[in-house]
Each structure stands twice: as C-alpha cells, then as structure tokens.
C-alpha cells in the first residue's frame, strides 16, 4: 500500500508560482513513476505531468508545458511540481499519484495511476 501527502497549496496572484510536494510512504516508491493530476470545478480531473521513476524522464500537459517542472528526490520519497506563470485557468485541486511498477510508455498512454494523495488546492486570482 502506498500513501501520499501532498502540501504546498495556497492562493497566488496570476503570473506567480507554487511548488508543490509530495510524500509517498511504501517500500515501491523509488521503482514508481509518480503522477500530478488537477480537478478544476465542475471539470473532470486532468492529467498534468509525471516523472519516471529514475527521474530522467519527465512528460507534460500540453496545458502546462513550459510553465510547469516536477522532479523527485529518491531518497526522500518526495516528488514536486514546480508550478510557474500561473494563469487562473489553473485553479484547481492538484493531487499528487502513484503508479504500480510498469513500462514508462504505459503511463504516457494513459494509463491511471493505482494510488492517490488528498489534494491540495491551488487558487490563482487574475
């Protein structure tokens, strides 16, 4: 079983930036390629970046490409989503995802992720 915590959210004006982070706990996390995943209001959840298990190989939203980094730290069990040049049609909540040992190109597909953190939401004013 894996848990995940997220932190990092909060209200920011249009142009500025949040980093988000990401606690997993189980033994799997350094052999998991880990997810962000964002639900705005009435919208269903949408995929934004994830991050191979090595850490190498990053892949994007096109929504977000060039605003948004994540990168992981192995050894800390965290992963982070570097948000910048917020726009309000970021508002929403983020949740942070793991998935099961499996090929990088399955999760590129689209396969989901098996494990999910709380969320934390992110705000952005214009």
């Known amino acids: 079983q894996v848990q995940l915590v997220e932190a990092g959210g909060g209200l920011v004006q249009a142009g500025g930036s949040l980093r988000l982070s990401c606690v997993a706990s189980?033994?799997?996390?350094?052999?998991?390629?880990m997810g962000w995943f964002r639900q705005a209001p009435g919208k269903e959840r949408e995929f934004v970046a994830a991050?191979?298990?090595?850490?190498?190989?990053?892949y994007y939203a096109d929504s977000v490409k060039g605003r948004f980094t994540t990168s992981r730290d192995n050894a800390k069990n965290t992963v982070f989503l570097q948000m910048n040049s917020l726009k309000p049609e970021d508002t929403a909540v983020y949740y942070c995802?793991?998935?099961?040992?499996?090929?990088?190109?399955?999760?590129?597909?689209?396969?989901?992720?098996?494990?999910w953190g709380q969320g934390t939401q992110v705000t952005v004013s214009p």
């Open positions: 189980g033994s799997t996390f350094n052999r998991s390629a």
């Open positions: 991050i191979r298990w090595n850490g190498f190989v990053t």
């Open positions: 995802a793991a998935y099961r040992p499996q090929s990088w190109s399955a999760v590129v597909r689209g396969t989901l992720p098996d494990y």
